[in-house]
């Protein structure tokens, strides 16, 4: 099993720009998140899905927007990069909450 | 509404001293507790997890107790080594459908 996969692992993006963060899972899992992490900060929930075709707003959802039509994949699109977007972004899987997330690796984005 | 707190960080330690990290936490019913680790560079694992009052959760010589009573899920290890440097992250699972993250407590241990 791969796990988790987030691609790419490094970007730099110019202000204004667009671009899709890819996620995959291939555990089944019908719980999937995306989380930012900002330099020596926490995590803060940016969307989240319980299965295919449902989503849903975490606590920071401007600029962002993510679609769910298979189990396994969750993107995560900036529509008009600007630098507060700046950020580590995690992807996260679950099948059941009780055992708690599985985390990418993470996605490196700089916007200048 | 449902909340996690940690004890502020850096943590700094010498090799083999003892550790505690404090994590409290508000929340409704009885929640899942988890302890996560991240190291540098590299995205959260889950270390250790309890379901239930007074389970204790352990993984790699790190424990937590699951405290009902002071609603508390702190993080002890018996003798750190310098690669267990990190972050480590408390969480909880309420009836929601996603964890509850604290803000995280970085622990540095020196040769």
């Known amino acids: 099993n791969a796990g988790v996969t987030q691609t790419p692992k490094f970007r730099i993006l110019k202000i204004g720009q667009s671009m899709t963060l890819q996620c995959t899972q291939d555990?089944?899992?019908?719980?999937m998140y995306w989380y930012r992490q900002d330099p020596g900060m926490g995590l803060k929930l940016i969307y989240y899905?319980?299965?295919?075709?449902?989503?849903d707003k975490g606590e920071v959802p401007n600029g962002y927007n993510v679609s769910r039509s298979t189990t396994e994949d969750f993107p995560l699109r900036l529509e008009l990069a600007a630098p507060s977007q700046t950020s580590v972004y995690f992807c996260?899987?679950?099948?059941?909450?009780?055992?708690?997330?599985?985390f990418g690796s993470g996605t490196r984005l700089t916007v200048v | 509404g449902n909340s996690v707190t940690q004890m502020e960080g850096p943590v700094t330690l010498s090799e083999e001293a003892f550790l505690t990290i404090n994590c409290t936490y508000t929340?409704?019913?009885?929640?899942?507790l988890f302890w996560y680790v991240q190291y540098p560079g590299e995205g959260l694992q889950l270390l250790l997890k309890?379901?239930?009052?007074?389970d204790k959760g352990s993984n790699k010589g790190f424990e937590a107790t699951y405290r009902k009573e002071t609603t508390s899920f702190h993080l002890e290890k018996g003798s750190v080594q310098v690669s267990d440097s990190a972050v480590y992250f408390c969480?909880?699972?309420?009836?929601?459908?996603?964890?509850?993250f604290g803000s995280g407590t970085r622990l540095l241990v020196r040769p």
């Open positions: 996260a899987s679950s099948y059941s909450l009780e055992d708690g997330y599985t």
């Open positions: 969480a909880l699972k309420d009836s929601s459908y996603k964890l509850i």
């Open positions: 309890a379901t239930k009052a007074d």
């Open positions: 899905s319980v299965g295919a075709g449902i989503t």
């Open positions: 929340a409704t019913g009885y929640p899942s």
């Open positions: 555990m089944n899992h019908n719980y």
